[in-house]
Nanobody
Framework: QVQLVESGGGLVQDGDSLTLFCTES????????MAWFRQAVGKGREFVAG????????EYSGSATGRFTVSRDKGKNTVYLRMNMVKPEDTAVYYC????????????????WGQGTPVAVSE
């Protein structure tokens, strides 16, 4: 069964760093566009970062720019989200998703989602 599995979330303090992981189980040789979204309580799902198949092209939301870094290790089928200088407003459940097309900020463009990993940032 094809799936995405996120991990790495937890409780951190304002200004801390942490890294989220997303591992995908896919047939060998297939590389997908990957993205991170997040959803805070009572809010919609918002785009955080995306990375293309080669790992060269990346996109970030305004709030993630300069603080978060998305990367991938194709050999390990893993995508990372390094989060530096986290803030209480980064508190959310973080999801990874994949697409056969291109990096999109629209969650509707992504076909497969993980179960999410929660991040809570205390003041």
């Amino acid at each position: 069964q094809v799936q995405l599995v996120e991990s790495g979330g937890g409780l951190v303090q304002d200004g801390d760093s942490l890294t989220l992981f997303c591992t995908e189980s896919r047939r060998a040789g297939r590389i997908y566009v990957m993205a991170w979204f997040r959803q805070a309580v009572g809010k919609g799902r918002e785009f955080v970062a995306g990375i293309n198949r080669s790992g060269v092209n990346k996109e970030y939301s305004g709030s993630a720019t300069g603080r978060f870094t998305v990367s991938r290790d194709k050999g390990k089928n893993t995508v990372y989200l390094r989060m530096n200088m986290v803030k209480p407003e980064d508190t959310a459940v973080y999801y990874c998703a994949d697409s056969e097309e291109f990096i999109s900020r629209d969650s509707g463009e992504y076909a497969l989602w993980g179960q999410g990993t929660p991040v809570a940032v205390s003041e």
